[in-house]
């Protein structure tokens, strides 16, 4: 089937249903194809408050506003010991509506985001298996996928991968950079009833830290009475002579942890316990002939600052954008569609190198920011989502002095048009 479109978008996540929606109102034809049938579970439930733009322009800032995700305003970190430090509120360094965000339910906020791409325009089949991009040459032409047992092709101008961690396109290109050193897995559930705070701080997300290095918890506190709780580490520390029961290895690791244990002393299981990978990577290349890259496809982060919702929306803006005047120019080479890799790139290293401060055993949030008072705000402004300006970079050269900053992983140089 060789259908007219201008765009093909792979996979309906935030970054997918972002680039769908914004392309649909520039009058672009645009597919989407989605593997699963919404609602699905995922996991990825705090947002930052710099997703607050990408909801205006998506159109999809009131519905927020009156639904009932809790509000957020606020980040929190706990010691090993179970000390908590003062909350970084965002709306303290800038005080308006846009320094307040939402903790939600993964399956209704993708459904949502997955009905508005729908509702303004773009074309949406669920449960479409795509198998591969079609090259010609270095040019990508469409994709081959299974829908209803049936192998169709469809074929388009331009291809953007949205497939998340599966990475269709960095896979088949062979394109992946894995960071070793953030090679943890998560073990999770939700509880009802977990101790919150009141006032500003009731919606905050709580990191807290393990007794063992290396180790965190999330508390996501979402509608209902409901609370996200999981563990972060290494897999060979989880799994390490305690069999593969994750009910029983969150279970232990709860009660191992002061500031998790305080916090569901009083609480009750209300899920199946969930496992996942929590590999961080990042691709070679943002974009080629044809083809992009967004959302996780592109890149994943460990998920302690929880980047990952805003780093969606903005790859699904930047591609957006891009691929309009692309397409209005007639160019759709690697040079034109990557022009925004870098900068994207830029901001995942911002955000990766306060990961591996988080990490390193010689590196306290609160203890930095006491002796560094001047740089509060640029942590702020990080936890906020506030990462593609430059001047925020200014604080790792200060952390360089005390910890090891991992190096950028620099793009791939664009080949050459066919």
């Not at 969150?250 to 500031?259: F, N, Q, V, Y």
């Not at 290293?349 to 306290?364: E, G, M, T, W």
Request: charge should be negative; hydrophobic fraction near 40%; include cysteine.
């Amino acid at each position: 089937m060789n259908q007219p479109y201008d765009c093909i978008v792979i996979g309906g996540g935030p970054s997918g249903s972002t680039t769908a929606t914004l392309l649909a109102d520039y009058g672009r034809r645009v597919l989407l194809l989605e593997r699963s049938k919404f609602p699905r579970h995922h996991i990825g439930e705090s947002l930052m408050p710099n997703t607050y733009y990408t909801f205006k322009r998506l159109g999809l800032l009131e519905k927020m506003k009156h639904s009932d995700f809790v509000v957020k305003e606020s980040v929190q970190f706990v010691s090993p010991t179970g000390k908590e430090s003062a909350p970084f509120f965002f709306p303290d360094r800038d005080p308006g509506e846009w320094s307040y965000t939402w903790q939600v339910e993964r399956d209704r906020f993708d459904q949502m985001l997955l009905d508005n791409a729908r509702a303004h325009g773009a074309e949406v089949i669920e449960q479409a298996n795509v198998r591969e991009a079609i090259f010609e040459g270095e040019q990508a032409v469409g994709v081959r996928a299974t829908i209803n047992g049936e192998s169709r092709a469809y074929h388009a101008r331009i291809i953007v991968d949205a497939t998340g961690q599966a990475g269709l396109l960095s896979r088949q290109l062979k394109m992946r950079y894995g960071d070793e050193k953030l090679k943890n897995a998560a073990i999770y559930a939700y509880y009802k009833g977990a101790q919150r705070d009141s006032g500003r701080n009731a919606g905050a997300t709580l990191v807290v830290s393990t007794p063992e290095p290396g180790g965190w918890f999330w508390f996501i506190p979402l509608a209902n009475d409901v609370t996200s709780v999981g563990v972060v580490a290494p897999p060979n520390y989880l799994y390490n002579g305690r069999g593969d029961d994750p009910e029983v290895i969150l279970d232990e690791e709860i009660a191992r942890c002061p500031g998790a244990s305080k916090r569901l002393s009083e609480a009750a299981r209300v899920s199946k316990v969930y496992t996942t990978a929590d590999y961080s990577y990042r691709s070679k290349r943002f974009a080629g002939h044809g083809w992009m890259l967004v959302g996780d496809a592109f890149g994943f982060l460990d998920p302690i600052y929880s980047s990952g919702v805003m780093l969606a929306f903005k790859s699904g803006e930047f591609a957006a954008d891009t691929i309009h005047e692309a397409l209005t120019d007639g160019d759709v080479s690697a040079e034109r569609l990557g022009r925004d890799g870098a900068r994207l790139a830029d901001g995942m290293q911002r955000i990766r190198q306060l990961v591996y401060a988080f990490y390193d055993p010689n590196f306290s949030m609160k203890g930095f920011v006491t002796e560094h008072p001047e740089y509060r705000d640029h942590i702020t402004r990080i936890l906020i989502g506030d990462v593609f300006n430059d001047d925020v970079a200014e604080v790792f050269e200060v952390m360089r002095h005390r910890i090891n900053l991992p190096d950028a992983i620099r793009l791939e140089e664009a080949v050459p048009a066919p």
